[in-house]
C-alpha cells in the first residue's frame, strides 16, 4: 500500500494560494504552527483583506467544528463502532517513524482567539511591521468573521482592537462607531466602560456607552454615569421612564444635584423623591411618605427649604 508524506514547509514556502494552503494545512497533523506562521506571512505581506477573511473564516470554521463536531450519520446505527468508548480511549495512536507533519488523519488542533491575540495579532503589534490603516482593517475582519458566524468576540480581544483604533494617528472613531452601531462588538460592561473614558477625545462615544448600558439592563452603571457627569435632569427622566426596576438612592441623587450647581436640577430632584416616597408608602412599600432618618438627607432638606423658601 502506498502512502503520501507532505513536505508541509516547502509546500509554505512555494504556494501562493494562501486561502487553500490553510485550508489544506488545517487537515494535516501536528501543523498548527505552520498555519500560524503563514497567517502571520500574510498579514506582514498585505494580503488583501478579502483573501485575509476567507483565510479567518476557515480558521473560525475549523475551531467551531471541533468545539461542536457535527453527528455522525452512522453513531445510531446498531453496528456503529467507536473505539473511543473503549477503556484506555483518548491515547493518540502510535506514529510511524519519522516527522508526522505531512500525515493526514488526525487534524490540526483547532486555532481559537487566544491563539491569534497571542501569536498573530500582538507579534505584528509590537513589531509595528504594517502601518495602522491596514492593521485596523485586518483586525476588523476578522472580528466580522467571528460576528457572521454568532461568535462573541472574548473581552481580550476587544480591548486589543479598541486600543488599536484609539492609539492610530489619528484615531479611528468612526471605524469604532461603525463596528458598534452594527453590533459587530458586542455588548458588555467592560465595553461600556471603555466607551465612557473616551467621551472627552470623542463626544458620541458617552451615547454610545449609555445605549449599551441600557441594552445591558445596567441600570444603576447608567443612573452613575449620568450623575457624575451632572446630568441630573436626565437621570431623573430615565428613572420615571424604566420605573419599577430603577433605583435611586435619595442622598446619592441629591449630592450629585448640589455637586451640579444647578438649583433647578436641584428642584427637580427633591420633588420626584418626594413623589416617588408618596407613591410607594401609599402603596405599603414604604413606612413612611418623607425621606426616612436612615437615608441620611436632613442637610440637602435644609438646602431645599433655605433656597426655595417652602417647607419640604
Not at 473511543?84 to 483518548?90: C, F, K, Q, V
Request: charged share 25%.
Amino acid at each position: 500500500m502506498w502512502t503520501l508524506e507532505l513536505n508541509l514547509e516547502v509546500l509554505c514556502a512555494s504556494s501562493s494560494d494562501k486561502v487553500n494552503l490553510v485550508r489544506c494545512l488545517l487537515k494535516r497533523r501536528d501543523a498548527r504552527e505552520l498555519v500560524l506562521g503563514v497567517l502571520r506571512a500574510c498579514v506582514r505581506e498585505r494580503e488583501a483583506l478579502y483573501s485575509l477573511l476567507q483565510i479567518f473564516s476557515i480558521v473560525i470554521d475549523h475551531a467551531l467544528a471541533h468545539t461542536n463536531p457535527p453527528p455522525s450519520s452512522r453513531a445510531g446505527k446498531w453496528w456503529y463502532y467507536d473505539p473511543s468508548e473503549e477503556e484506555g480511549a483518548g491515547r493518540e495512536p502510535p506514529s510511524p517513524a519519522g516527522s508526522s507533519a505531512g500525515r493526514a488523519g488526525l487534524p490540526s488542533k483547532p486555532i481559537d482567539q487566544a491563539d491569534m491575540h497571542r501569536h498573530v495579532f500582538l507579534p505584528i503589534y509590537e513589531s509595528k511591521a504594517v502601518e495602522d490603516e491596514y492593521f485596523i482593517a485586518v483586525a476588523t475582519e476578522y472580528l466580522l468573521g467571528l460576528s457572521s458566524r454568532g461568535m462573541m468576540a472574548e473581552a481580550f480581544m476587544v480591548d486589543f482592537v479598541l486600543s488599536l483604533m484609539v492609539e492610530a494617528s489619528p484615531p479611528r472613531y468612526n471605524v469604532l462607531h461603525q463596528l458598534l452601531q452594527y453590533h459587530v462588538i458586542q455588548d458588555s460592561l467592560s465595553v461600556a466602560h471603555r466607551l465612557l473614558d473616551l467621551e472627552r477625545e470623542y463626544r458620541p462615544a458617552l451615547q454610545l456607552a449609555l445605549d449599551m448600558l441600557h441594552r445591558l439592563k445596567a441600570h444603576q452603571e447608567l443612573l452613575e454615569a449620568l450623575l457624575s457627569r451632572g446630568l441630573v435632569v436626565e437621570a431623573v427622566q430615565y428613572a420615571q421612564d424604566n420605573a419599577p426596576q430603577v433605583k435611586m438612592a435619595p442622598k446619592r441623587l441629591l449630592s450629585a444635584a448640589r455637586e451640579s450647581g444647578d438649583d433647578d436640577a436641584f428642584f427637580v430632584a427633591f420633588r420626584f423623591l418626594q413623589a416617588e416616597m408618596q407613591a410607594q408608602h401609599a402603596s405599603h412599600r414604604r413606612s413612611s411618605s418623607t425621606f426616612l432618618p436612615e437615608e441620611d438627607c436632613e442637610s440637602h432638606i435644609a438646602y431645599f427649604e433655605k433656597v426655595f423658601g417652602c417647607a419640604a
